[in-house]
């Protein structure tokens, strides 16, 4: 069966400070790939999908980026954290363009 | 641009009361929809999902929702909620024939008293 792996599962950073968080999904291959965010009282925000290897997309101008080295890895990153990127982050994945399965995710605190 | 409303943000009901929590998007197009749950502590999962056939569709531990196309909804119900239930929970529409991106409500949180 498929499963999805986010880390770290809580993180509090400085403002300034870079940021990567990761996610991988095991027993599947090919699978469209979405980060998202949750800021408090609000719903999920898309911030990028990507269909394949390297190939990204950016939903909302902002503070980070987010790259696919490998097929099943996708991983969130930022150079310079800011407050507002505070907010709960959830990794999904889809095997189409159907139904998407979330991590656990991770919560990101700045301070 | 597409958004999904949900009219309710913060429910507290009693164990055995039904529930309906509302939830309406703005897109002309075929759309996909779904409500997820995330149970406190939990991961965000799927509770059920519509892409197409009979309109009123069943989902996990009860539930159930009806896509009414005239109106643009897709409201969940359940006819007698347990403590159980106590959760937050998400509509969301993807556009058919798209790259699968999910446009999320705000959210519900459900509380349901014993």
């Known amino acids: 069966s498929q499963t999805i792996h986010q880390w770290p599962a809580t993180l509090v950073q400085p403002v300034g400070s870079p940021l990567s968080l990761e996610c991988t999904v095991e027993g599947t291959s090919n699978p469209n790939l979405y980060w998202y965010r949750q800021a408090a009282g609000r719903g999920l925000q898309l911030l990028f999908y990507s269909i394949g290897i390297d190939q990204i997309s950016s939903e909302v101008p902002q503070n980070l980026s987010a790259s696919r080295p490998q097929d099943r890895q996708f991983i969130l990153s930022s150079k310079k954290l800011l407050l507002s990127d505070s907010g709960f982050y959830l990794c999904a994945w889809s095997p189409d363009s159907g139904t998407q399965y979330f991590g656990p995710g991770t919560r990101l605190t700045v301070l | 641009a597409q958004s999904v409303s949900q009219h309710n943000h913060h429910v507290i009901l009693s164990e055995a009361a039904s529930l309906e929590l509302g939830c309406n998007y703005s897109y002309g197009g075929t759309v996909n929809l779904f409500w997820y749950v995330q149970y406190p502590g939990q991961h965000l999962q799927l509770l059920l999902k519509?892409?197409?056939?009979?309109?009123l569709v069943k989902g996990i531990k009860g539930f159930e929702a009806e896509f009414i196309k005239s109106k643009f909804s897709f409201n969940l119900r359940k006819p007698s909620v347990q403590w159980s239930d106590t959760a937050e929970y998400f509509c969301a529409v993807s556009l058919s024939g798209n790259t699968g991106k999910l446009i999320f409500g705000q959210g519900t949180t459900l509380q349901v008293k014993p």
């Open positions: 519509y892409f197409s056939g009979d309109p």
